[in-house]
């Protein structure tokens, strides 16, 4: 199989409420919006990859869903969300494997892991 090009589906509870937590508070940049009313939908750019926040879901995900987006400093984005009243779920931390996770969650609990590479971790290596 061959893919040319993905996204990471994501099914809200509250439409409204997680498109201005990933576009406003997040400042997510946007690639696309498409649809109107329920139907509307935007996707978000992630570095690498996208992600689709539209339609509606009954309830959460849950915990066995999780975002993963490398930052440049983690230590600038805590900050920052701090001050926009993002939900901080652990502070940043510098783990056994030698990257630094900061971990939040949207509106809707959803875990959001935001990962600094430190300059002497070997994947700044080449």
């Not at 109107?36 to 309830?59: H, I, K, M, Q, W």
């Not at 030698?98 to 600094?116: C, F, H, Y």
């Amino acid at each position: 199989m061959e893919v040319l090009s993905s996204r990471v589906l994501l099914r809200p509870v509250d439409l409204e409420r997680s498109l201005a937590f990933y576009g406003e508070t997040l400042g997510l940049a946007t690639y696309r919006e498409f649809g109107e009313g329920d139907r509307r939908g935007v996707v978000f750019f992630t570095g690498g990859g996208f992600l689709e926040v539209s339609g509606r879901a009954p309830g959460p995900a849950g915990p066995n869903v999780a975002l993963w987006w490398q930052v440049r400093d983690l230590d600038v984005v805590h900050a920052d969300l701090g001050e926009r009243g993002v939900t901080i779920l652990r502070p940043p931390v510098l783990e056994p494997w030698g990257l630094r996770e900061l971990w939040i969650a949207d509106p809707d609990g959803v875990r959001i892991a935001l990962i600094e590479v430190p300059e002497e971790h070997p994947l700044r290596r080449r």
